[in-house]
């Protein structure tokens, strides 16, 4: 059985920087084909997708969040982290991370588990 | 970037009713890399189908969904009380991966 599991800070300050782990079981991020994404949702609107870590640790970036967003894993501690700089109340909304074995030639991928996600709050 | 646009915005039936949910795309999503999602209030999004017409693990088989090209379709056969939710679609054929604004499925 997968399971993913978001956590990190709730509130965060304009300007900060947010860093969240994802920690999962389940699966390996050794096995090819794999990876885990992260994707957010602000308060009553669509998802938005992140980024994407593969099992070859190649990574994807949203074009608009590029410059601001870095996702790492640690295999043996199966945790992937995301951070996010310079944040803005524009940031906020639910994290989620997310498994994938749907990867295809584009590099993106369709979800297939899904964490419970975590609400940050970006405000002075 | 690919932007999907999904109808309607609302849709409201009744337990037993057949269910037909839209999403259009504004350029072709390469090899029909399409997924639906069922999201519930505050919980995670669930995926019900990929490649536009292969259902997930588990997914009953009252989902369906079909399309190629800019247009696709999620039908929901028989409505069940757990099926009112909102839907989500995603392409992923090409960077970035974008969802559509989603359709409230409510019943009437």
């Known amino acids: 059985q997968i399971t993913l599991k978001e956590s990190g800070p709730t509130l965060v300050k304009p300007t900060q920087t947010l860093t969240l782990t994802c920690t999962f079981s389940?699966?390996?991020?050794?096995?090819?084909?794999?990876?885990v994404a992260w994707i957010r949702q602000p308060p009553g609107k669509a998802p938005e997708w992140l980024a994407l870590?593969?099992?070859?640790?190649?990574?994807r970036y949203s074009p608009s969040l590029k410059s601001r967003v870095t996702i790492t894993k640690d295999t043996s501690k199966k945790q992937v982290v995301l951070t996010m700089t310079n944040v803005d109340p524009v940031d906020t909304g639910t994290y989620y991370c997310?498994?994938?074995?749907?990867?295809?030639?584009?590099?993106?991928?369709?979800?297939?588990?899904w964490g419970q996600g975590t609400l940050v709050t970006v405000s002075s | 970037e690919i932007v999907l646009t999904q109808s309607p915005g609302t849709l409201s039936l009744s337990p037993g009713e057949g269910a037909t949910l839209s999403c259009r795309a504004s350029q072709s999503v390469f090899s029909s890399y399409l997924a639906w999602y069922q999201q519930k209030p505050g919980q995670a999004p669930r995926l019900l189908i990929y490649g536009a017409s292969t259902r997930a693990t588990g997914i009953p088989d009252r989902f369906s969904g079909s399309g190629s090209g800019t247009d696709f379709i999620l039908t929901i056969s028989r409505l069940e009380p757990e099926d009112f939710a909102v839907y989500y679609c995603?392409?992923?054929?090409?960077?970035?991966?974008?969802f559509g604004q989603g359709t409230r499925l409510d019943i009437k």
């Open positions: 389940g699966f390996s991020l050794r096995t090819s084909g794999v990876g």
């Open positions: 995603q392409q992923y054929g090409s960077l970035p991966g974008t």
């Open positions: 997310a498994h994938s074995r749907f990867i295809v030639p584009s590099g993106m991928a369709a979800f297939d588990d």
């Open positions: 870590i593969y099992w070859d640790d190649n990574r």
